[in-house]
């Protein structure tokens, strides 16, 4: 159940003038704020980049208090034109924390039905496991480090891990897919490791 609930991914459909947001569950699509704002049209262009930029501001800030409630990892930003490129450039410039989380995707129209698209044509699977394979990368590189380093900080192997669980000193248990399907204790390890 609390699976089921977990965000995979927040995607943002940007039009000029409109940024739909939705969170993507396990269960489906949460729907969760629109922002809109009146852009100036091109003749007057000072007005048009004035106006451009105090939406793109708002839309920043609603990404950013929705990543910070739902605590989500991944953002797909999407739309026709180059209006999410521009949002890319502000979060790069003043965000750059959230445009490290971003990927791009194009799609035919704005709002719920960019959205829609953006799903079907499969890029949250694309994303979500991308995002995955990286978060793993990124930990089994520590660990090769540690140990290069010669720190003491890692534990592997079975024996060694036991004892480490035995004194409470894990912080992060890391079991591959074979290990966790072959060795029928494992379940234990992870429970020994939450307790």
């Known amino acids: 159940e609390e699976a089921a609930k977990t965000p995979v991914v927040l995607i ?12 993507v569950r396990r269960y489906g699509i949460d729907f ?26 708002e839309a920043a800030k609603k990404l950013e208090d929705l990543l910070k409630k739902e605590g989500i990892e991944t ?6 034109g180059f209006t999410k490129e521009d949002l890319i450039t502000l979060l790069k410039e003043k965000h750059s924390s959230i445009a490290e989380k971003v990927h791009l995707e194009s799609a035919g129209a704005g709002g719920r039905s960019g959205i829609k698209e953006v799903i079907k044509r499969g890029a949250v699977e694309r994303v979500a496991e991308e995002s995955s394979v990286s978060l793993e990368f990124g930990l089994v590189e520590r660990i090769m480090e540690a140990i290069a380093r010669g720190t003491g900080l890692v534990a592997y192997g079975l024996e060694e891990v036991q004892r480490a669980l035995d004194y409470g000193a894990v912080e992060q248990l890391l079991i591959t897919d074979t290990f966790l399907r072959k060795y029928e204790g494992a379940d234990g390890l992870i429970e020994r490791a939450k307790g």
């Open 12 to 23: 943002v459909a940007i039009v000029e003038g409109e940024a739909e947001f939705a969170v």
């Open 32 to 57: 969760q704020a629109r922002v809109t704002a009146h852009v100036s049209g091109k003749r007057v262009e000072k007005d048009h980049e004035t106006s451009l930029k105090e939406f793109l501001g």
């Open 75 to 80: 953002v797909i930003i999407c739309g026709p």
